[in-house]
């Protein structure tokens, strides 16, 4: 996990509130990605970003919004559009165009009730 | 359609033997290919990365993957388990498409269980 941060770890939030999770990296690295983790169905793409003010639509981005203001962060705002948001966050990052592994913050769980 | 597919959910195993977590995987042009580990409630850790040159890749933590062209796959293997080893296991590859090719496609992940 070393290089990327990710808080808090646990996010608790009532049904309707937005809420932003934070992602930092110390790693230099240009592109940024944003993964959902569900039990039994591997990580899913929401949104991912390879440099400064750009970003880009991934699998799963309805319900979900980004920034990408800074080098180093890449927030996720989940709102409440997002039908089933109790998930597992995971942020990632990797180098640039030609190394290609990602490597991963520790996640943050978020539960919607 | 670009895709990993790891077809074990769980992988049992004795400490000391020899273990093989499967992955194969469709992809348009060379595929590039990679393996992570997860812990509980952990992000995942990069093991190993099959991008041309041997086919046989050499990771962290004595593990090592076996990139086979013709069956399409790359499985994770490991001489000897420990129980430390117990872990999810995830297979991925870069997506060769067009302006994606910043993307990894993951397997579904497969637990291993290493048995004392």
């Known amino acids: 996990d070393g290089g990327i941060t990710q808080s808090p770890k646990y996010l608790f939030r009532k049904e309707g509130q937005n809420v932003t999770l934070s992602c930092e990296q110390n790693l230099n690295h240009d592109a940024m990605y944003w993964y959902r983790q569900d039990p039994g169905q591997g990580l899913r793409l929401i949104y991912y970003s390879q440099i400064v003010n750009d970003f880009q639509k991934g699998d799963i981005a309805e319900g979900y919004s980004v920034s990408r203001e800074k080098k180093e962060s890449f927030p996720l705002t989940v709102t409440s559009a997002q039908k089933n948001p109790t998930a597992f966050y995971l942020c990632?990052?990797?180098?640039?165009?030609?190394?290609?592994?990602?490597?991963f913050g520790p996640g943050t769980r978020l539960t919607v009730t | 359609a670009q895709s990993v597919a790891q077809p074990e959910d769980q992988v049992n195993v004795a400490e000391g033997n020899p273990l093989t977590v499967k992955c194969t995987y469709s992809v348009s042009g060379n595929p590039y290919l990679f393996w992570y580990v997860q812990y509980p409630n952990r992000g995942l850790q990069f093991l190993l990365k099959y991008i041309t040159g041997d086919n046989l890749v050499k990771g962290s933590y004595g593990f090592e993957a076996e990139f086979n062209k013709s069956q399409t796959s790359f499985h994770l293997k490991k001489p000897s388990a420990l129980v430390s080893d117990s872990a999810l296991y995830f297979c991925?590859?870069?997506?060769?498409?067009?302006?994606?090719?910043?993307?990894?496609?993951f397997g579904s992940g497969t637990r291993l269980l290493v048995r004392p």
């Open positions: 991925a590859v870069r997506d060769n498409t067009g302006q994606s090719s910043y993307k990894l496609i």
């Open positions: 990632a990052s990797s180098e640039g165009w030609t190394v290609y592994e990602q490597y």
